[in-house]
T-cell receptor, first 116, second 114 residues
Framework: AQSVTQLDSQVPVFEEAPVELRCNYSSSVSVYLFWYVQYPNQGLQLLLKYLSGSTLVKGINGFEAEFNKSQTSFHLRKPSVHISDTAEYFCAVIPTINTGGFKTIFGAGTRLFVKA | SAVISQKPSRDICQRGTSLTIQCQVDSQVTMMFWYRQQPGQSLTLIATANQGSEATYESGFVIDKFPISRPNLTFSTLTVSNMSPEDSSIYLC???????????FGEGSRLTVL
């Protein structure tokens, strides 16, 4: 079974400051990793994903994340945030092999609040 | 990519009634997923709906409470039956697309039960 832990439930930050949203996972098999963003009153949309290859992946809106296998982490970063980045961010994993169904497991979410 | 439309976007319902949520996808898909997002919490998978077969429910969810229809490859409905205030949540329809494991979501149906 897989589990995802997002270490911060809320992250307040000033506009143009850097931000890191932390994500750790647990799994007995290899996983693919994802970050989704949910803007107010909207569904989730994919921000970025790690499937294989380079451990540093870049996504939309200037976000990037680094996969660290030894630390089982997939932290999301942005060097300079904007007010429009205020949203809920979800880390998610899915196993690379069938372990009883290819189900996506989501973390509890981190609410990023960007202040002017 | 896939564009997913959900109806209603929000509703306020009375205890004991039922509500059906519709999900329309702009392309044919094999599996459709229904998630529940309770206030301040993450997404929990309710069931997976395949066209032409019964939905597969996750632990803690039963067909009598959350009946699902999947009449064709672009449409599904989720009914929340005999509602109680604990059913107040956002219900999200989702499909797979793009590369492996990538999910596309509708905008959600925000349900408030009084």
């Amino acid at each position: 079974a897989q589990s995802v832990t997002q270490l911060d439930s809320q992250v307040p930050v000033f506009e143009e400051a850097p931000v890191e949203l932390r994500c750790n996972y647990s799994s007995s098999v290899s996983v693919y990793l994802f970050w989704y963003v949910q803007y107010p009153n909207q569904g989730l949309q994919l921000l970025l994903k790690y499937l294989s290859g380079s451990t540093l992946v870049k996504g939309i809106n200037g976000f990037e994340a680094e996969f660290n296998k030894s630390q089982t982490s997939f932290h999301l970063r942005k060097p300079s945030v904007h007010i429009s980045d205020t949203a809920e961010y979800f880390c998610a994993v899915i196993p690379t092999i069938n372990t009883g169904g290819f189900k996506t497991i989501f973390g509890a979410g981190t609410r990023l609040f960007v202040k002017a | 990519s896939a564009v997913i439309s959900q109806k209603p976007s929000r509703d306020i319902c009375q205890r004991g009634t039922s509500l059906t949520i519709q999900c329309q996808v702009d392309s044919q898909v094999t599996m459709m997923f229904w998630y529940r997002q309770q206030p301040g919490q993450s997404l929990t998978l309710i069931a997976t709906a395949n066209q032409g077969s019964e939905a597969t429910y996750e632990s803690g969810f039963v067909i009598d409470k959350f009946p699902i229809s999947r009449p064709n490859l672009t449409f599904s409905t989720l009914t929340v039956s005999n509602m109680s205030p604990e059913d107040s949540s956002i219900y999200l329809c989702s499909v797979e697309g793009g590369e492996v494991g990538e999910l596309f979501f509708g905008e959600g149906s925000r349900l408030t039960v009084l």
